[in-house]
């Protein structure tokens, strides 16, 4: 059983930086796929970013490419989410997300469903 646990969100102004974390623990974390989604109260959960089991291929957002980066570090099983030049409407709650199956398609990546295993959220809120 995989355990996912996020850490550094916070309240942050418009314009300014926060960094991610996921700790993985209870599985083989370098052998699956990492998804960060994002979750505003009363929407759907949105995807974010994900990246390949071996750091090899990330996908953004449009809405967050160019600020959001994703991340892995294999050797210390974390998954980083690094998010500059931060706006209001990024403001929810971030989750993180493995999945131990190969999709061939990008999208498959974008949907919670196609994910096994989630973390507990950690709170993103941007001031204007």
């Known amino acids: 059983q995989v355990q996912l646990v996020e850490s550094g969100g916070g309240l942050v102004q418009a314009g300014g930086s926060l960094k991610l974390s996921c700790a993985a623990s209870g599985g083989t974390f370098s052998g699956y796929g990492m998804g960060w989604f994002r979750q505003s109260p009363g929407k759907e959960r949105e995807f974010v970013a994900r990246v390949s089991a071996t750091g090899g291929i990330t996908y953004n957002t449009d809405s967050v490419k160019g600020r959001f980066t994703i991340s892995r570090d294999n050797g210390q099983n974390t998954l980083y989410l690094q998010m500059n030049n931060l706006k209001p409407e990024d403001t929810a709650m971030y989750y993180c997300?493995?999945?131990?199956?190969?999709?061939?398609?990008?999208?498959?990546?974008?949907?919670?469903?196609?994910?096994?295993?989630w973390g507990q959220g950690t709170q993103v809120t941007v001031s204007s």
């Open positions: 997300a493995a999945t131990v199956k190969y999709y061939t398609r990008r999208s498959d990546y974008t949907q919670p469903q196609k994910y096994d295993y």
